[in-house]
């Protein structure tokens, strides 16, 4: 398991060292990542995925995943079978403690008939609206249900009769008698049951009363022993209510909340409300789109694993909202694969070469280190011939001053190979289009430096055509044009019509072709790139994961 990156100073481990010196929970930290299924996992989950697997790992204890299946008419299957695979994905096991809230709906009730016997819940049959206005607002008191003060009788009875399906939806809900004039509105007599006739994934017709967020998750927590909930802020309200229904249950050891700060990036949208939305419209390809902030998207993109769990680690827990820069994020991926991914060459857009002094049946073989940031990484052969194709930006047929790469008289390096100088420029007679170069290399500088000291200011990649694989290249801009793609309210208005761009017909060496799904690389020049499950050993399929910041094109001689 992922553990090693977990930094494991925070308030909440504060919190936890102060526990274990007052002896509570027999010293024991046990925590729950506790997804509900109605989407794909983001970014904001991995920032808490990491915190609850980290934490409980750092501190010798256990973390469970429990699937806060609750709701069933927007929770599939698809998205607990993904969540998994997610979760796995980024490093982390729950070994054999995947649980659901469903699977506690027995419990539940029958706590819920104990809150009933005991005064402490009552049905109530207010309409949604008519139950808004009797709740009052933030500046005055709530007015009680006229159906507040039903007997424990007539509450037992009806609320059996709403689990045996006797009414339809909305028709009645289960509310904890707490206090209609309490300064914090969530404690104004909140909802633990409503009347849901739906089939639900896990336990398909056998109920029709659903538990709340509210009521379920402080029992599901009781019932798996967890000592530390950690959810996010905008819960902190709603902890008095968790609070309370463990003390009228007298669980004893009970759990405790505490909220961290949810996580925000620029440019990313992390509700899987919204990215289902972006689905469901269609502005994407899928929930695993490259361009999605899910966490399938992310890996399909060819971010690590390691890179998320890094930047999970440097954003910190802390207890306020801010929103983070997608440049920092980029960071981490950008220095795990810099470390990780070997260097190719590939011509994204063509321009043919070719070096007529070199024989036409003639082959170069070049051995090149895979990766100068790891020499475990080896080297492969990179096959040279006569012809050649390079990147049509680097050839210019009159370059302004600041220009040293490829043009008419001009002498470049092809990376490790020859130099070579520029000698005709075959164009279209009707276009005026460039179709062709015609080159001569000088032999003597086989790898790439004049024995005679000679200098060239720019070096260029290239492919040799006979051995090239064509393949097609996605290239990814940011999903939306605005920082908070959430400003003027609507996401969609903000989506960046250039976010995919595709690009065929594009020139990679031969030793990619074969490379599986999923494989990370880096073109030199062009930013680090993934194999994409669409690809095939005829046709591979690159999706850029991200840029270089750094390019040694160009100006800079080597
Ligand atoms: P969403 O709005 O995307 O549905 P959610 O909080 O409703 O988010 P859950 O499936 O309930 O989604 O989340 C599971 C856990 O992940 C919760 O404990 C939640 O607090 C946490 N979580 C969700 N989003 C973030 C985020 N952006 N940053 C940190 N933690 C998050
Ligand atoms: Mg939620």
New binding site residues.
Partial sequence: MATQEYNASNFIQDIINEDRAAGRYGGRVHTR????P??YL?I??A??ICLNFGIAAANGGLCNLRF?DTNPTTEEVEYVEAIKADIHWLGFDWDDRCFTASGYFDQLYDWALQLIGKGKAYVCDLGLEEMREYRGTVTEPGRPSPYRDRSVAENLDLFRRMKAGEFPNGARVLRAKIDMAAGNMIMRDPVLYRIIHATHHRTGAAWCIYPTYDYAHPLSDAIEGITHS???LEFEDHRPLYNWLLEQLQIPDAPKQIEFA???LTHTI????ALRRLVEEGHVGGWDDPRMPTLSGMRRRGYTPEALRNFCTDVGVGKTNSVVSLAQLEHFVREDLNRTAPRMMAVLKPLKVVLVNYPEDQTDEFTVENNPEDPAAGSRVVPFSRTLFIEQEDFMEEPPSKYFRLSPGREVRLKGAYFITCQEVIKDSQTGEVLELRCTYDPATRGGEAPDGRKVKGTIHWVSARHAVDATVRLYDSLFNTENPGEGGDIVANLNPDSLAVLTGCKVEPSVSQARAGTRVQFLRHGYFCVDPDSSPELPVFNRTITLKDTWAGARAR
């Fill in positions: 990542f506790p997804p509900e109605n989407g983001h904001g989950h920032k808490s806060d950690l959810c996010t949810r996580l925000n992390t509700s899987k409300r």
